[in-house]
């Protein structure tokens, strides 16, 4: 079993004043805006990401 991820960032603010929330597993709470939030992987995409022949941006 592998540790969780610490994010480094508030997703709101932008600052790194973070701590584990008390509210569960997963969970971290921002010290400058003081919102709690919980960051949650969602799972791998099927096809991945291709660049087109033109070597520009995926479709």
Known sequence: MSERAAPF????????????????????????????FQLKFLGLLARGLQADSTGGEPT
Not at 15 to 36: M, T
């Open 9 to 36: 960032y508030c997703p709101y603010c932008g600052d790194e004043d973070l701590r584990p929330g008390e509210q569960g597993h997963g969970a971290w709470e921002c010290g400058a805006c003081n919102r709690a």
